[in-house]
């Protein structure tokens, strides 16, 4: 097949996260398998128009909301030219079906109800939800949907995608867990991997570590990635009180990301709404169980409530179960050791063979005329 894929972000971008990772590790895959991959997304500082990385072709046009139209004026071009176009609906639709009859395929990891509100949470965010909860449902009816995780699905459903459109491809992993889990901190550390972005509230974090500064005096948090909320989440860490214990690392390659989630005790997501979380198997992987909120969605899949991690409820149970956590050192091994289990089950090959069945079947009868 000829599959273009159409994001508007890829993984070099400031703002890419385990959205991204997915696309290009499931085009990576696809292209092993003898299939032609073009990623399409939006140019960003330093950026090439045009480059090949592991055997996907990026084509990088427009910027953060003009990436949209470009994206459609590529597809219109190339018409003939391609398959099959994976949709990836990111809060906003690249709007394919309005220049395809056929061989569109709509990639959900998650709805955005709880973002619009928290990051535009004027009138831009009601347009928002808007274009997400009713417009997309119409415009890609009749159409394939990928998503990422079962409660992904019921959010689509209550949309009112049909659930038989609906075909949930789990995450992967780029790389197996290594033999022996790293070397955990001799000192008690958390760490929280992810975007800096509002809704991922961070300062949740901030809070678990000045609850429990005085009962485990030598507590430090590690945050590992970057974003553009990032000056604030200093800020607020000094706010809480709290700066001297927090680290932050930013952007790390993937190795000292493993490093540094190996060597926690416990990874915090707090995060208020995940497909699934990249980052809760990318911490198990190396050992380290997590702590999530069970409201957030698909998180109830990447975690098995007290087996690979703990789900709470709120604020208050969040920090309750990090302490009895940091206090049982059988715990965490325990959950560590069947987190590394459940990791090491998950592949980019196996997502890729689920997701290229779902590709093949929108493509092979595709019809390019609008």
Not at 342 to 352: I, Q, V, Y
Request: proline share 6%; glycine share 10%; charged share 25%.
């Amino acid at each position: 097949m000829r599959v273009a894929l159409l994001s508007w972000r890829d993984t070099t971008h400031p703002d890419g996260g385990g959205s991204e990772v997915f696309v290009e590790a499931v085009g990576r895959e696809l292209a092993r398998r003898g299939h032609e991959v073009t990623l399409l997304c939006a140019r960003h500082p330093g950026s090439a128009g045009r480059e090949e990385r592991d055997g996907v072709r990026l084509r990088r046009l427009g910027g953060r909301l003009t990436v949209y139209p470009w994206g459609l004026a590529w597809l219109l071009r190339h018409r003939r030219d391609v398959d099959v176009v994976v949709d990836v609906v990111n809060g906003l639709p690249f709007a394919s079906p309005l220049v395809r009859r056929r061989g569109v395929v709509a990639l959900v990891h998650h709805v955005h109800a709880a973002q619009w509100r928290i990051i535009y949470p004027g009138w831009g965010g009601r347009v928002g939800w808007f274009v997400e909860s009713r417009v997309v449902p119409r415009l890609y009816r009749s159409r394939p949907f990928l998503t990422v995780s079962d409660a992904s699905a019921r959010d689509l459903a209550a949309l009112g995608v049909p659930p038989t459109s609906i075909t949930v491809v789990r995450n992967g992993l780029s790389s197996a867990p290594p033999e022996q889990p790293p070397a955990k901190s001799p000192t008690p550390r958390v760490a929280v991997l992810s975007r800096l972005v509002p809704h991922k509230q961070i300062e949740h974090a901030f809070t678990v570590v000045r609850r429990l500064a005085d009962e485990v005096p030598d507590l430090h948090l590690d945050v590992v990635g970057d974003g553009w909320w990032r000056d604030e989440l200093v800020a607020a860490a000094g706010a809480a009180g709290v700066g001297d214990r927090v680290t932050f690392h930013g952007h790390v390659s993937d190795a000292r990301r493993d490093e540094l989630v190996g060597r926690a005790w416990v990874m915090l997501m707090p995060s208020v709404k995940e497909g699934w979380c990249l980052a809760i198997t990318e911490s198990g992987a190396q050992g380290t169980p997590s702590v999530a909120y069970a409201g957030a969605g698909g998180v109830t899949e990447s975690i098995h409530d007290g087996t690979t991690g703990r789900l709470v409820e709120d604020l208050d149970e969040m920090v309750a179960v990090t302490r009895d956590l940091l206090a049982d050192a059988d715990a965490r091994r325990r959950m560590g050791a069947a987190a590394r289990e459940m990791a090491a089950s998950l592949t980019w090959e196996a997502c890729a063979v689920r997701a290229e069945q779902v590709l093949l079947a929108a493509g092979g009868a595709a019809d390019q005329s609008p």
